[in-house]
T-cell receptor, first 112, second 114 residues
Framework: DGGITQSPKYLFRKEGQNVTLSCEQNLNHDAMYWYRQDPGQGLRLIYYSQIVNDFQKGDIAEGYSVSREKKESFPLTVTSAQKNPTAFYLC???????????FGQGTRLTVV | DQQVKQNSPSLSVQEGRISILNCDYTNSMFDYFLWYKKYPAEGPTFLISISSIKDKNEDGRFTVFLNKSAKHLSLHIVPSQPGDSAVYFCAARATTSGTYKYIFGTGTRLKVLA
C-alpha cells in the first residue's frame, strides 16, 4: 500500500532537547515538504525538498533542520533553538510538477 | 504577510443546502489552487484543484470557481452532508526557479447541521 508514514503519532520531549520526526514515503515522489499547524494559523511551510541532497527553507525554518539523503525519507529535527516547538507537524510529498501534494497523518509534538 | 487568506474561520450550513467557502490570494504568479479537507489530528486530504488558466472545475458535489481579476476562489459543496463537517484549507502552488511549494490559508471550519 503506497503512502506517507509519519512516526510517531504523539511525541513528548523535555525543553532543551532536540527531537527528530520521521517521514517516509513509498510513492516514488520527488518532492517532500514539512508543515507546522498551530490553532488559527493554518499550515506553515518549514522546509521543502525537490531532489535528494537538496532542500530549501520555507517561511518558518528557524529552529529546524532537515536532511534528504534518500528519496523516500525527509526527517525533520526540531532543535532547542525553536522557541515554540509544541505543534502538529505534517509531512507531504508530490511528484514534481504535479498538481497536488499528499499528506501523512501528522505527528503531535509536545515539549514540556 | 499572508499570501492566501481565508477570512471566515467558521461556517454552519443546513444539510442539503449549498456550502460556499471562500479564499483570497495576493500573488498573481500562483499557477494552481487546491482545496484540502482536514479532520482533527489527521493529515489534510486533497479534494479538488484548478489551474490558474481555468475559471471552473467540477468533481461530483464539489465545484471550485476562480476569479483571477479579483484574486478570489471559492469552493461550492452541493448538497452539503453531515460528513462534510471538517476544516477546509485553500492552498496555492508557487513555482520559483523550478521548485514548487504550496502555501496554505488558515482554514474554514464547516459544520453541516442534520
Amino acid at each position: 500500500d503506497g503512502g506517507i508514514t509519519q512516526s510517531p503519532k504523539y511525541l513528548f520531549r523535555k525543553e532543551g532537547q532536540n527531537v527528530t520526526l520521521s517521514c517516509e514515503q513509498n510513492l516514488n515522489h520527488d518532492a517532500m515538504y514539512w508543515y507546522r499547524q498551530d490553532p488559527g494559523q493554518g499550515l506553515r511551510l518549514i522546509y521543502y525538498s525537490q531532489i535528494v541532497n537538496d532542500f530549501q527553507k520555507g517561511d518558518i525554518a528557524e529552529g529546524y533542520s532537515v536532511s534528504r539523503e534518500k528519496k523516500e525519507s525527509f526527517p525533520l529535527t526540531v532543535t532547542s533553538a525553536q522557541k515554540n516547538p509544541t505543534a502538529f507537524y505534517l509531512c507531504a510529498s508530490s511528484i514534481v510538477g504535479n498538481r497536488e501534494a499528499f499528506f501523512g497523518q501528522g505527528t503531535r509534538l509536545t515539549v514540556v | 504577510d499572508q499570501q492566501v487568506k481565508q477570512n471566515s474561520p467558521s461556517l454552519s450550513v443546513q444539510e442539503g443546502r449549498i456550502s460556499i467557502l471562500n479564499c483570497d490570494y495576493t500573488n498573481s504568479m500562483f499557477d494552481y489552487f487546491l482545496w484540502y479537507k482536514k479532520y482533527p489530528a489527521e493529515g489534510p486530504t486533497f479534494l479538488i484543484s484548478i489551474s490558474s488558466i481555468k475559471d471552473k472545475n467540477e468533481d461530483g458535489r464539489f465545484t471550485v470557481f476562480l476569479n483571477k481579476s479579483a484574486k478570489h476562489l471559492s469552493l461550492h459543496i452541493v448538497p452539503s452532508q453531515p460528513g462534510d463537517s471538517a476544516v477546509y484549507f485553500c492552498a496555492a502552488r508557487a513555482t520559483t526557479s523550478g521548485t514548487y511549494k504550496y502555501i496554505f490559508g488558515t482554514g474554514t471550519r464547516l459544520k453541516v447541521l442534520a
